[in-house]
């Protein structure tokens, strides 16, 4: 990856006239020595996979092995039909696909580092619903997945997209910036606002730390892909009001980096502190642990 700064990215696409996407795809086409119909045909699996993970999780009450979630999607689902959930249709859908496909990584299914395991439901959820609200043909949405990879790549090679170097806004908070980034240009953003979505969308999860109970990709994670979903569109939309980050995007990243390196380990991903220590989630690992071994 050519580009290390999200400013930088965005420069190149003003000045060519192009968009975040197609940099992106001319770059890895250049870097892999690939063409580059075929990088986006196997984008196009990829988001193929996304969509049946979106398929299987709604549709499934199936516990994962551990007891801790499954089935969550459906009952969101169950209570946005009936009218009883309050955050209006579009949030309410990503929110949906989120745990969808957070359950069905959860339930050992298959779905699509985005960029890691743990933070998977977002991207997904976000892009997908915007696309049956306004109708986007299935191309874009493939094409707007190279923004997002873009925008990842410089948050990996600037910070870090790894709970356990950075805690889970270097992942949740990582997606949640590529989804907001990817949203604006797949809807008619400026390459600009595209930049100010991924900024707001980091800011609003700066510190956030990594504590799964019992060490698993489950509690608090899928609930937080949600929580990543909904703060992207936020972002999105904040972008694409013209209201701008104060603070520069890549000024974000390196301050997402820094507060990283000032957490102590058992703030990132080492289930010794946050929710993953308190009585309940300790309770909660034994249990687990104990019935694996057989106890």
């Keep these: 990856m050519k580009y290390d700064s999200v400013q930088a990215l965005v420069n190149k696409a003003v000045k060519s006239d192009k968009k975040i996407y197609e940099l992106i795809i001319e770059e890895q086409s250049e870097q892999l020595e690939r063409p580059a119909e075929n990088l986006l045909q196997e984008m196009m699996e990829k988001l193929e996979v996304m969509e049946e993970a979106v398929r299987k999780g709604t549709q499934s009450t199936a516990k994962s092995t551990s007891g801790l979630s499954g089935g969550d999607a459906y009952r969101l689902k169950q209570a946005m039909d009936a009218g009883i959930t309050v955050g209006g249709k579009i949030l309410n859908k990503a929110l949906v696909k989120a745990l969808a496909v957070s359950e069905v990584n959860a339930c050992m299914g298959k779905i699509v580092a985005a960029p890691t395991a743990g933070s998977c439901g977002i991207i997904p959820a976000a892009l997908l619903t915007v696309q049956e609200e306004r109708q986007i043909p299935r ?44 949203l604006v240009e797949m ?55 013209g209201i701008e980050s104060v603070i520069p995007v890549d000024e974000v990243i390196d301050a997402m980096k820094s507060v990283g390196n000032l957490m102590v380990p058992a703030l990132k991903e080492t289930a010794e502190g946050g929710i993953a220590s308190t009585p309940t989630g300790c309770m909660l690992a034994e249990k687990i642990f104990g019935k694996q071994a057989g106890i």
Excluded: W, Y
């Design 139 to 182: 191309l874009k949405v493939g094409k707007s997945l190279f923004t997002a990879a873009g925008i990842g790549m410089v948050i990996a090679k600037r910070a870090s997209i790894s709970g356990a170097e950075g805690g889970c806004q270097a992942e949740c908070g990582s997606a949640s910036a590529m989804a907001a980034a990817a």
């Design 187 to 241: 809807v008619g953003g400026t390459p600009q606002m595209s930049a100010h979505a991924c900024a707001i969308a980091l800011k609003n999860v700066l510190g956030l730390i990594c504590d799964p109970v019992a060490g698993l990709v489950e509690v608090p994670c899928v609930k937080r892909n949600a929580m990543g979903a909904a703060n992207a569109l936020v972002a999105a939309d904040l972008a694409l009001a």
